[in-house]
């Protein structure tokens, strides 16, 4: 049997995410496919590594530096979020917290994360082959906000943020052979998206990326559409779906150390249901 594990990012709301893959390891459960979307890349890269709280401080700790995210950031750097500073000076080898490229590429789990090519907004899997030690640059592709961040290049290719390509990558877990896969929502499981923001952001980013702003346009629709798909792969007992009661009052840049610590806390408790999804 396959198993895959999907995370779908949400910015700090991933602190949740946090919470479920480190009960993962201390549980012992191996996923064989990891899919993350936005700052659910992170999370999977980490777990894949077996690096046990490793994203609990990178929510917790690192975003109330200046260096990460910032208004000083945006007015210097044109970027509220420094996804350099982010994965590479504090995730390369010599960094204050790196991530362990060589258990990464010899784990049995899985790795890919997804983005968004900024000019067709067609979504890309990348996987293990596409990273390198010290070059990270699928990440920061994967979390590059539409307006918080400049789309991120990949080999001279630029992109989005993964949530605009394929919001909720339920089919692509099933379409690589998994038969079992567990979806983390970092939002409530009955929450209805909606795209008045969305469409207020995609206005800004017509003129230069429109296929992108369509995306973004369509992101509230691809994600409930996801999340509805995802619980009738539930109902036959293919899915289990792990989201949040409530957020705890954390939202996609929400900075409150105790808000981050208890949506953390309530992940990994909620992730206790996992064992014996894939028991059954």
Same mark, same amino acid.
Do not use: W
């Given at each position: !049997? ?11 709301? @991933?602190?949740?995410?946090?919470? +479920? =893959? $480190? ?8 996923? $064989?496919?990891? %899919? ?27 975003? =109330?530096?200046?260096?990460? !995210?910032?208004?000083? &950031? ?6 509220y979020l420094d996804l350099d ?6 995730? &390369? ?17 899985? =790795? !890919? ?13 990348? @996987?293990?082959?596409?990273?390198? *030690?010290? $070059?990270?640059? +699928? ?15 990949? *080999? ?25 896969? +567990?979806? %983390? ?10 795209? &008045? ?8 980013? *017509?003129?230069?990326?429109? !296929? ?24 036959? @007992?293919?899915?289990? %779906? %792990? ?6 009052? +954390?939202?996609?840049?929400?900075? &409150? ?9 309530? @992940? ?13």
């Open positions: !049997m396959k198993t895959g594990v999907i995370d779908v990012g949400g910015g700090l709301r @991933g602190v949740y995410a946090a919470g +479920v =893959f $480190d009960y993962c390891l201390d549980a012992e459960i191996e996923f $064989d496919l990891g %899919i993350g979307v936005s700052a659910g890349s992170a999370n999977v890269a980490s777990y894949a590594a077996r690096q046990r709280g490793r994203n609990y401080t990178f929510y917790t700790e690192y975003p =109330f530096r200046k260096e990460y !995210m910032s208004v000083r &950031n945006l007015l210097f750097k044109k970027s500073y982010i994965y590479g000076t504090l995730s &390369n080898g010599d960094g204050e917290n790196p991530l362990d490229y060589q258990k990464l590429v010899d784990s049995s789990t899985e =790795f !890919m994360a997804v983005a968004t090519d900024a000019k067709t907004g067609e979504a890309k899997y990348f @996987g293990k082959s596409d990273l390198a *030690q010290d $070059d990270y640059s +699928v990440l920061k592709a994967s979390c590059a906000i539409p307006l918080v961040c400049h789309p991120y290049e990949v *080999q001279g290719t630029a992109y989005y943020d993964g949530g605009l390509g394929d919001t909720v990558p339920i089919e692509k877990a099933f379409e690589c052979g998994c038969d079992k896969v +567990v979806l %983390i929502l970092t939002k409530p499981r009955d929450l209805v998206r909606t795209s &008045n923001k969305d469409r207020l952001f995609a206005d800004r980013l *017509q003129r230069k990326y429109p !296929m992108s702003a369509e995306r973004l346009r369509q992101r509230s629709e691809q994600y409930n559409h996801g999340v509805a798909l995802a619980k009738e792969y539930e109902a036959r @007992g293919q899915a289990l %779906i %792990i989201a949040p009661d409530d957020t705890c009052g +954390v939202d996609t840049l929400t900075k &409150n150390k105790e808000a981050l610590k208890a949506f953390y806390e309530k @992940g990994y408790e909620d992730a206790k249901t996992v064992e014996a999804f894939l028991a059954g």
